[in-house]
């Protein structure tokens, strides 16, 4: 996981320490982004594992034991990191995935992204990435498109993801894209997808 959690209590302490006096309180301060990357880093400690907190992960689905038949709904986060030449961009947001195990669908989205940007300040992303299609019958492949936007500030990307399904019975995916399509304001950048999601078990 990108350590944004480190930039956003930096940004966080750096606007306090610039605050003036007067004006009202926007309730306890705390930046309410820093509690869903705390829920991000959860949902990856118990999907992937994390050896800093002894969380072992789950294993790989079976090929025996993936459904044949109904839909699972996948929910969880995305995260993107851009190596733009100056400053990486690292940036997190909600993902959604729902697959048809008996006709091969595959549809869902990413949005509510936030991260830095290009001059290393912590901003929210609009727009969103759509997934409108994949493979669920040999590993996990989910096909995505889509532009972000912040201030001025344009990031498309388009791919595939691949990667797996996991537990027994199906409880969560995870897959990657590690040379997606993309361009930062019209120039080409190398960028990784990622995409965690849990589910309610099995169809």
């Given at each position: 996981?990108?350590?944004?959690?480190?930039?956003?209590?930096?940004?966080?302490?750096?606007?306090?320490?610039?605050?003036?006096?007067g004006g009202e309180s926007a309730?306890?301060?705390?930046?309410?982004?820093?509690?869903?990357?705390?829920?991000?880093?959860?949902?990856?400690?118990?999907?992937?594992?994390?050896?800093?907190?002894?969380?072992?992960?789950?294993?790989?689905?079976?090929?025996?034991?993936?459904?044949?038949?109904?839909?699972?709904?996948?929910?969880?986060?995305?995260?993107?990191?851009?190596?733009?030449?100056?400053?990486?961009?690292?940036?997190?947001?909600?993902?959604?995935?729902?697959?048809?195990?008996?006709?091969?669908?595959?549809?869902?989205?990413?949005?509510?992204?936030?991260?830095?940007?290009?001059?290393?300040?912590?901003?929210?992303?609009?727009?969103?990435?759509?997934?409108?299609?994949g493979s669920v019958s040999d590993?996990?492949?989910?096909?995505?498109?889509?532009?972000?936007?912040?201030?001025?500030?344009?990031?498309?990307?388009?791919?595939?993801?691949?990667?797996?399904?996991?537990?027994?019975?199906?409880?969560?995916?995870?897959?990657?894209?590690?040379?997606?399509?993309?361009?930062?304001?019209?120039?080409?950048?190398?960028?990784?997808?990622?995409?965690?999601?849990?589910?309610?078990?099995?169809?």
């Amino acid at each position: 996981m990108f350590d944004l959690k480190h930039i956003l209590f930096c940004c966080i302490m750096l606007l306090a320490a610039c605050g003036g006096g007067g004006g009202e309180s926007a309730g306890s301060g705390i930046d309410p982004r820093i509690a869903r990357i705390d829920s991000y880093d959860a949902l990856n400690a118990r999907v992937l594992g994390d050896q800093s907190i002894g969380a072992i992960g789950m294993s790989i689905t079976p090929d025996g034991a993936l459904p044949a038949t109904g839909t699972a709904e996948f929910e969880g986060f995305a995260t993107i990191r851009v190596e733009n030449p100056d400053t990486p961009l690292v940036l997190y947001g909600d993902a959604n995935v729902a697959i048809g195990f008996d006709d091969h669908s595959v549809h869902g989205g990413m949005d509510r992204f936030f991260g830095t940007n290009a001059d290393g300040a912590v901003t929210d992303y609009s727009g969103g990435i759509v997934i409108d299609g994949g493979s669920v019958s040999d590993g996990l492949s989910l096909e995505y498109g889509g532009t972000l936007e912040a201030a001025g500030d344009t990031l498309t990307l388009s791919g595939t993801m691949n990667g797996a399904f996991f537990g027994d019975p199906v409880s969560a995916i995870a897959a990657a894209d590690y040379e997606p399509e993309g361009a930062y304001n019209g120039a080409s950048i190398d960028a990784t997808v990622i995409i965690v999601g849990e589910g309610s078990g099995a169809p």
